[in-house]
Structures are given as C-alpha cells and as structure tokens.
C-alpha cells in the first residue's frame, strides 16, 4: 500500500479505492447492496408515515407521540439485545428482525389499501417496527466485524454504512414526495414491505466462519452489568455516550418537526417536506462519504466536537429561517455535522470496545441514541403546540451548543485515556507514523 503522503493516493483511482475499501470482503458488498435497497423502502415509509398522521389530525403533538411509540423500545430493550447480540448467531437475529419488520410493513400497506388506517392503528405499527429496530440495530452494528474481519478497515465500513443510510434518506424522501402526491401514502409502504426481501437475500448469500463462542455464560442481567460497568467506567465511552444521548434528546427531534415546518412555515406540502429531508440527507451523505475516506481513527475525538457544534448552530439558524431557499443549504450544513457526529463517534465506540463487549457497547449507543429520540419526540411535540416549531427547535440547537462546548473542554483528558488503550491495540503504530510527519509532537494525538 503506498504511503500515506504518496502521489499515487492523490489520484482519483486510489481516492476511489481508500474510500471503498471495505467492499473488498465478500459478506460486506452482498451486506450493502441488501441494505441500501431496503434503507431506500425505509425511508420512504417513514416520511408517508409522518405525512399521513399529520393530514389526518394536523397535530404536532401526535406526530410527537408516533415517534414516541416507535423508538421507546430502543431505551428498554436495546440494552437485553446487546447482550444477545454478543452470545448468539447474529446473523440469524438479523433473519428475525427484518422478517418482523416487513411482517409490519405488509400489515401497514394492507390498511392503507384498504382505507381502513387509523391514528391508534399506526401508533401500533410503529411501536412493532420499534420493537423490531431495537435488536436490529444494536446486532446490526456488531455484525460490521463478522462480515469485515481487518479491524483497521473498520472505520471504513461504518463511515459506508453511514454513507448508504444518507444516500437512502437522500434518495427515500424525494421519491416519497413524488408518490405521495401521485398515488398517496399506500405505495410508499408497498415499496418498504417488498424492500425487505433484498436484506433477507444478502444474508441467505453470506459465507461466514462459524463462531466459537463460550458454552457458559453469566445471567442475561449480569451480562448487562458487565456491559454497563465497562462502558460507564472508561470516561472516554462513557463521554461519548452522554454525548449522544443529549443531542438526541434535544436535537434529533428535528425530524420530527420537518413537517410542521413544510406546512405552517413554508405553506408547502409533501414535496416541501420531501426537499427537505433530501436537503438534510444530503448534507448528512456529504460527512459520511468524508469519513469513508479518512484513513484511520486520528482526529475522530476532535471532529465529535466540532461536528457537534457544527449541527448546533445548524439547527438554530434553521429555527430563525422563513425562506425555504435559506433552509434548505442550512439543513445540509446541519444534516452534515449530525452525520459526522454520529459517525465519528460509533467509529469511536467500535474501536475502543473490547471485541466481547461490542453488542454491549452498541446497544447502549443504541439506547443513548435512539432511547433518547422518543423522550425528545415526545417533548417536541408538546412544546411545538405551545411555542411552535421554531422556537423549539431553537431551544434544542441552544441545548445542544452548551453539551458540544462541554466535549470539547473534555477533549484533553480524552485523548490521555485513550492513548494507553491505542498503545495496548497497536493502533500507536499509526500514531508513531502521524507523529513522525506532524509539524509539533503533539500534533499527531490531537482529537483521539
């Protein structure tokens, strides 16, 4: 491989293959294109989804409590399935998961095609999916090793996914806008329903080893006390966590309020609210493809800073916007410091958890990610019908700039926490390589 400084990285094809570098397991590219398909019928589902509740009731507190429903199992459950994620076959948890989650896209376009959808019928459906996503997610993040086996190629392989769940949420809504004022809300869930069968095909394809895994194991709950102890008890981890769990709950709810924004703002319908979605998307693409195409790990610690601070200001800009032309550029911006923060930080995570510990380490990111979002769902809702949209988006982008300035202070004692860590890995050797071409010793440390 030619060095990190050669001319021949510097042209397009070698560009091209450090970027998509992850594609060269097997198990991964089947993994991808499978993903990306049903990522695509996801997304589209999600905003006919949001767009059908609200034209029924015109009520932002129960677009609120929709999310609510359907990610309050990532807070409850999220955690058991990282333990399991860690014992058993993932890809077989995997199979269960996207069965359960198109057995509820099937029933979704049912109802719809029949006329027979109501509000407390989809509430229902989105509290199955949640259940579904809450061992999917988790056991989908682990499962990243067992289909990449070099973990320096690792941070590729998140920063790719990250890149296909944008492409989709940049491709998904713009063709749910376009459906939707077609033919209504119905086809977007067929679409989803028939998706699923792309993933379940990927894993029947996969050739993977099989697993030695220990015969005995401690109870489900003292698995999870392990888990808990370890992430809480490496400040890094548990910083990281905090983290995340905060902008969820004070600035993800973003997504939620598209809509109202779409409608009582911009006095648009699904397209409005279609472009943007595509507009956030395409920024969050934008940080993701950046990532891919990083090297290694250094800098991650910084960019979680930076990035948060980047979708801070995003979301208040947004707030004080009246003009879709303005909104849609500042949505890409925050779409993009949203991407790098999530991104950086599960590459973060991934590297620093111990090999039997990462379904654990991945399910409390999922608890302190998506657990979070229904609290925050549920709050927006409430304060959009009070102060309006808005003013509560404002709120959670002020929130989100005081826990952003806090990481960074944190960001010394960071990188001392996790040198030693580095070191033990032999992650250091990229280290020593970046130390030895950095203008000032310290240089090469900076952000991890």
């Given amino acids: 491989m030619p060095a990190p400084n050669s001319s021949a990285d510097l042209t397009a094809p070698g560009r091209l293959r450090l970027i998509l570098r992850a594609f060269k397991y097997r198990n991964y590219r089947l993994f991808f294109v499978g993903q990306g398909i049903s990522l695509i019928g996801t997304w589209m589902q999600m ?18 409590l929709v999310a609510f429903l359907g ?22 948890i995997l199979y ?32 199955w999916l949640g259940l579904a996503n809450a061992f999917d997610i ?30 989709a949420r940049l491709l998904g809504p713009a063709l749910a806008g376009v459906l939707i004022a077609a033919a209504g809300e119905s086809i977007c869930f067929l679409l989803n329903a028939l998706s699923y069968g792309a993933v379940l095909l990927a894993l029947a394809a996969m050739r993977l080893p099989p697993k030695v895994r220990a015969q005995r194991h401690p109870s489900v709950l003292e698995g999870l006390k392990e888990g808990v102890r370890y992430a809480f008890g490496f400040s890094p981890i548990r910083a990281i966590l905090l983290l ?17 924004l779409a409608k009582k703002v911009f006095g648009g319908g699904s397209h409005t609210y279609g472009f943007l979605m595509t507009s956030l998307g395409g920024g969050a693409l934008a940080g993701a493809v950046y990532l891919a195409s990083r090297r290694s790990v250094l800098g991650l610690g910084r960019w979680v800073a930076r990035a948060s ?5 995003g979301l208040i800009a947004v707030a004080f916007s009246r003009w879709l032309w303005l909104s849609l550029p500042l949505l890409a911006v925050t779409g993009f410091g949203m991407m ?20 654990r380490i991945m399910s409390l990111f999922t608890m302190s990610f998506m657990g979070m979002l229904p609290f925050g769902s549920l709050l927006a809702g409430a304060l959009a019908d009070r ?40 992650i250091i050797k990229e280290v020593a390589a970046a130390l030895e071409t950095a203008d000032e010793p310290a240089a090469g440390m900076e952000g991890r």
Avoid at 309 to 313: C, D, E, G, K, T
Wanted: aromatic residues 8%; contains cysteine.
């Fill in 47 to 64: 905003i006919a989804m949001s767009w059908l509740v609200y034209r029924l009731t015109d009520s932002a507190f129960l677009l609120g």
């Fill in 340 to 359: 790098m923060q999530m991104a950086s930080s599960n590459t973060l995570l991934q590297t620093l958890a111990d090999d039997d510990k990462r379904g």
């Fill in 138 to 167: 988790p056991t989908r993040q682990a499962f990243l090793l067992d289909m990449v086996e070099n973990r320096e190629d690792l941070p590729n392989a998140i920063a790719l996914n990250s890149s296909l769940f944008n492409s």
């Fill in 309 to 313: 601070v980047i979708f801070a200001l």
């Fill in 387 to 426: 102060i309006g949209a808005p003013g509560t988006i404002a709120l959670g982008g002020g929130v989100c700039l005081l826990s952003a300035l806090a990481f960074g202070a944190y960001l010394p004692r960071f990188r001392t926490h996790v040198h030693p860590l580095y070191v033990k890995m032999g």
């Fill in 244 to 260: 995340m769990a905060l902008t969820s709950l004070m600035g993800m709810p973003l997504l939620v309020l598209l809509p109202v």
């Fill in 96 to 127: 269960l998961t996207q069965g359960f989650s198109m057995a509820q896209a099937v029933t979704l376009t049912i109802l719809s095609f029949t006329g027979a959808v109501t509000v407390w019928q989809i509430t229902l459906l989105a509290l």
């Fill in 71 to 92: 990610q309050i199992p990532g807070l409850a459950i999220s955690p058991f399935a990282g333990v399991l994620a860690d014992r058993r076959d993932r890809r077989r």
